[in-house]
Every structure is written in C-alpha cells, then in structure tokens.
C-alpha cells in the first residue's frame, strides 16, 4: 500500500497520586486512536516507546506493531518515516495517540491534501502540530520535532520554504 499511517503511543509514566485517573485518561485515548484509525485506507504502524502492549484496541491483523529503537523524539520519528519510505509508501501520514481532538476525517484530510502539497500540516491552537503528512523524507525538516510550541511550527514552515516544497497548513484545531 502506498499510503501508510504512523502512530506514536506513549505510555504515560502513572503518578501514585491519581493513578487511576491517568490510566483510565490513557485507555480512552487509546481507544479513540484505534476506532478513528481501523478504517483509514493505509498501512498502519504502532510505535510504542517501551513495550509492545498487549491490547484490545490495536488489532494485529490490521496494525503493525513496533518499538522505539531510540529513546531520542526527533530520531523516533526520523527512523519510522524512513523505514515506511523504505516500503514504498509515497504518502506517509503521522500523529501521536495523546489527542482526542483527531478525527478519521482529519486523517483523510491531510491524506488527500498530500495530492496537492508536499508536505501537510494540522496544527493546535497552541502552536502544536496534531497530525502531519509527508510525501517526501527529509530529516532536516524535523529539527523543531515534537512541534510544542508555535515557534516550532513557524521554524518548519520557514525551513520548507528554503528547501522549496509545497505545503499546506490546515485550520487550527482547538487542543485539549
């Protein structure tokens, strides 16, 4: 499939206080990424941090499961990219598991929108990025990567421009 779909989850680290809490706030994102995900036409690809969960949520039938082979984000993301550009894929999207405000229409989206531009972008509100599509890999590109702040944003628009791809940034989603 030339469409592949990359997915960062990362496994909360439970406080004692409110364990609970956080780990039920967790399953739920968990949840969410998988039943927004399961039917987006791609490859999709898990990447834990730590260990391969064993969940009810990611089916392994339709989700290619990995870990981290690194413990660095901006490498994380460089390694995953490379390795589904390796597959072939001339459309890879990326987004995180941590967001609720991600919709299967917000994936689509982005992925229709790599027919028109090089590279696509869904930020927050806050200057994060939600979701990202590429139909290139340039590791440069990711030196403001995990896009936390609007700055981060700006800098990777500002690159794209000197490296002469066309992008498009999508209206800003409110961020939770």
């Known amino acids: 499939m030339d469409q592949h779909l990359i997915i960062f989850v990362n496994t909360p680290s439970l406080k ?21 995900t399961s039917n987006v036409s791609a490859s999709k690809h898990i990447y834990y941090d730590k260990h391969i969960e064993n969940d009810s949520f990611f089916n392994d039938e339709f989700f290619q499961k990995k870990i981290h082979q690194t413990k660095f984000p901006k490498q994380q993301l460089s390694d995953a990219l490379k390795e589904s550009f390796g597959q072939w894929a001339k459309k890879v999207v990326f987004m995180s598991s941590n967001s609720s405000d991600v919709s299967q229409k917000d994936i689509e989206l982005v992925f229709n929108q790599l027919n028109n531009s090089e590279f696509v972008i869904l930020p927050e509100q806050n200057g994060g990025i939600l979701i990202f599509g590429t139909t290139f890999f340039n590791s440069d590109l990711l030196n403001y990567f995990p896009w936390e702040n609007e700055d981060d944003l700006l800098d990777t628009i500002i690159s794209l421009q000197k490296n002469k791809r066309s992008y498009c940034v999508l209206e800003a989603k409110n961020g939770t």
């Open 16 to 36: 004692e206080k409110n364990k609970n809490e956080q780990l039920k706030a967790y399953l739920n994102t968990m949840e969410h990424t998988a039943a927004i």
